[in-house]
Structure formats: structure tokens, C-alpha cells
Nanobody, 122 residues
Framework: QVPLVESGGGLVQAGGSLRLSCATSARCFFNPTSVGWYRQAPEKPRELVVGIASDNAYYAQSVKGRFTVSSDTAKNTIDLQMNNLKSEDTATYYC????????????????WGRGTQVTVSS
């Protein structure tokens, strides 16, 4: 089991920003070939928000232009920058690594984090 730990969640007002980070102590995953950020709102299925694999990227329509993924090589983290947050972005956010983009899109990466809660107040 690869420990993935998300951080950066919290309460923010609509229109605000948050930056989530995904960290792992497993050296072999410091530069994963694929990474996905998912979210799950209460009573809704988990959905892929952003998926990056090789040179391919997927952004959910609802977050295009607002969310971006980047890696911080100094901190060995994979970050999700979320801008112009909306109340419908409220969910538990999970990072995941491993697999190709197709597997990320159907929710089958190799490893999952435990999630961090994001709450957007209107």
C-alpha cells in the first residue's frame, strides 16, 4: 500500500481559492506517470475532476478554467489549485496515482489517498 496523504482542504467562501496537496513518502512514486484528483459529494458517486497521464489530460467540464494540477518537485507533492470555488464544489477530494488516463476516468487508479474535505459556503 502506498501512503498518499491529501492536505489543504477547509472552509472557503464562494469565489475563493484553495490549494490541495497530495504527498507520499514512497520514493518510487515521487514522479508518477499518472495522477488523478477525484471528489465525492454526499450521496453522489465519486467523480474524476482532473486526470493527467503521460501527455494526456482530462478536466471535468464543471472545473475547466478553474482547476489546475501541478507538481511541486521541491516538496514532492502533486497539487490541485482550485479557483473561483462554487458551492457545488463542496466534496471530499481524493488524489490517486497509477494507471493510464482511461483507468483514471473509470475510477481505477492503482493507489488512493484518504481524502480531504472542501466546503464552499455561498
Amino acid at each position: 500500500q502506498v501512503p498518499l496523504v491529501e492536505s489543504g482542504g477547509g472552509l472557503v467562501q464562494a469565489g475563493g481559492s484553495l490549494r490541495l496537496s497530495c504527498a507520499t513518502s514512497a520514493r518510487c512514486f515521487f514522479n508518477p506517470t499518472s495522477v488523478g484528483w477525484y471528489r465525492q459529494a454526499p450521496e453522489k458517486p465519486r467523480e474524476l475532476v482532473v486526470g493527467i497521464a503521460s501527455d494526456n489530460a482530462y478536466y471535468a467540464q464543471s472545473v475547466k478554467g478553474r482547476f489546475t494540477v501541478s507538481s511541486d518537485t521541491a516538496k514532492n507533492t502533486i497539487d490541485l489549485q482550485m479557483n473561483n470555488l462554487k458551492s457545488e464544489d463542496t466534496a471530499t477530494y481524493y488524489c490517486a496515482v497509477g494507471g493510464d488516463l482511461n483507468r483514471l476516468r473509470v475510477g481505477l487508479p492503482d493507489y488512493w489517498g484518504r481524502g480531504t474535505q472542501v466546503t464552499v459556503s455561498s
